[in-house]
């Protein structure tokens, strides 16, 4: 470990930064160190610039990844080297605000029939059940599945924040048989890692997205989808069922009600809830004979 990567991790760490962030910060300033050929502390504004514009033009990253790249650059040169950081110079870019991919619940009930393994399958009803993100899926433990109370304990999820969200009967079967297939019984994880699922680590990220691929791939969607749609439909289904808002914020963990009026654009109940003003007009070609 290099003296600069360790003290950026020190600081990190000294400020309770999640394991994800901190990852991909440290990702972050080593591509820019790399893109270069030079520490990292021996370069400026000019060559942040570039790299931001490369990151954009040359590499088609969104708006929102160069933004996370300039983060982790503002934080590297802020708080480790106590350097200064103009931000006038390096502005963040503009958001996109695109709506998320959504499926029908005929659509997730095919995605789900199509998982090629038991272990798959259940991943992919818990993503859709409990409607969380995948990183705080593959650390759900045993003890967070409490079925006397009909919930589940998600904890340490983006913020470090725990929720609880409710636990669907379909899913509590479905887990108690994947509870069974298990072989040797996990101490901790609910979805254990390795090859036949016995190891001492959680599962990663990137089995819950092969495993989202492989279903869609298989149910023959035409759709992007990933593991995170899988969340929007969770939210945008309740939403369409009749739930509040405020519920569905407080079931996502959202902070702010303003992340979750996302899906009152992906609702079909709401969607469907104003005529086109275009079925009002009486055009010529439309008109009976008689008139």
């Given at each position: 470990m290099t003296r600069l990567?360790?003290?950026?991790?020190e600081e990190l760490q000294r400020r309770h930064f999640s394991e994800n962030t901190i990852r991909c910060y440290i990702r972050s300033v080593e591509d820019f160190a790399r893109r270069f050929n030079c520490s990292p502390d021996r370069l400026g504004p000019r060559h942040i610039r570039e790299y931001q514009a490369e990151l954009l033009t040359k590499r088609k990253l969104t708006a929102n990844t160069v933004a996370q790249r300039l983060a982790a650059l503002r934080f590297f040169y802020l708080k480790t080297l106590k350097k200064s950081w103009n931000i006038?110079?390096?502005p963040y870019p503009k958001k996109g605000h695109r709506l998320p991919t959504m499926?029908?619940?005929?659509?997730?009930?095919?995605?789900?029939?199509?998982?090629?393994?038991?272990?798959?399958?259940?991943l992919l009803m818990t993503l859709y059940g409990i409607g969380v993100r995948r990183a705080e899926l593959t650390h759900l433990k045993v003890t967070d599945i409490d079925s006397?109370?009909?919930?589940?304990?998600?904890?340490?999820?983006?913020g470090r924040k725990d929720r609880d969200v409710m636990l669907s009967p379909k899913l509590l079967q479905e887990?108690?048989?994947?509870?069974?297939r298990l072989r040797p019984k996990p101490s901790q994880w609910l979805f254990p890692g390795n090859r036949y699922h016995s190891g001492d680590q959680p599962i990663s990220t990137k089995v819950v997205w092969q495993a989202c691929h492989k279903a869609a791939q298989r149910a023959g969607l035409q759709k992007p989808v990933h593991p995170h749609t899988l969340r929007h439909c969770f939210a945008t289904h309740l939403l369409e069922q009749g739930a509040d808002l405020r519920t569905i914020q407080l079931l996502l963990g959202h902070n702010d009600l303003k992340e979750t009026t996302i899906y009152l654009h992906l609702s079909e109940?709401?969607?469907?809830?104003?005529?086109?003003p275009l079925d009002s007009l009486q055009r010529k070609d439309e008109l009976s004979p008689e008139e």
């Open positions: 990567r360790k003290m950026m991790l006038s110079e390096t499926l029908s619940p005929e659509e997730v009930a095919r995605l789900i029939d199509a998982a090629d393994t038991p272990y798959h399958r259940t006397q109370r009909m919930v589940v304990h998600v904890q340490g999820g983006k887990l108690r048989e994947h509870w069974r109940r709401h969607l469907n809830a104003a005529t086109s």
